[in-house]
């Protein structure tokens, strides 16, 4: 046999024929379910985000002394579709919670349950001591 030739695969067994199809077949959907599980968890973490931004928003117009009405309406059109943004005023200091309901990936995966992501931001209204 010379060095520079390939060597020569075995021989296949008749048994042994469609055996990479047959795997394919049985991991490809679980590729699927892990790939759609991770896009879900990408979607629960940007709707939390949007949660933070929406709570923080809304905490900081109504520091500076903006309209109740109108600080919650920005923070709502920040948070997540269907979000909400409650308030409160703790003495000098205004809380503002967010909180949005993100379902599950739906399909084949529709008996995970919805998540529901929450958010609070605090500050100190200007002109406070």
């Given at each position: 046999?010379?060095?520079?030739?390939?060597?020569?695969?075995?021989?296949?067994?008749?048994?042994?024929?469609?055996?990479?199809?047959?795997?394919?077949?049985?991991?490809?959907?679980?590729?699927?379910?892990?790939?759609?599980?991770?896009?879900?968890?990408?979607?629960?973490?940007?709707?939390?985000?949007?949660?933070?931004?929406?709570?923080?928003?809304?905490?900081?117009?109504?520091?500076?002394?903006?309209?109740?009405?109108?600080?919650?309406?920005?923070?709502?059109?920040?948070?997540?579709?269907?979000?909400?943004?409650?308030?409160r005023h703790e003495g000098d200091?205004?809380?503002?919670?967010?909180?949005?309901?993100?379902?599950?990936?739906?399909?084949?995966?529709?008996?995970?349950?919805?998540?529901t992501v929450r958010a609070q931001?605090?500050?100190?209204?200007?002109?406070?001591?």
């Amino acid at each position: 046999m010379r060095p520079w030739t390939r060597a020569r695969s075995r021989p296949r067994r008749p048994g042994e024929r469609g055996a990479v199809t047959a795997e394919l077949a049985m991991a490809l959907p679980l590729l699927l379910a892990v790939t759609v599980g991770l896009v879900w968890l990408l979607a629960v973490g940007a709707a939390q985000v949007r949660a933070v931004d929406a709570a923080r928003e809304t905490a900081r117009a109504l520091a500076r002394g903006d309209d109740q009405g109108a600080a919650v309406a920005a923070g709502e059109r920040v948070a997540p579709a269907g979000g909400s943004v409650t308030v409160r005023h703790e003495g000098d200091r205004v809380v503002a919670t967010a909180s949005a309901r993100v379902d599950g990936p739906g399909g084949m995966f529709g008996f995970l349950p919805g998540v529901t992501v929450r958010a609070q931001a605090v500050a100190l209204a200007e002109g406070a001591p």
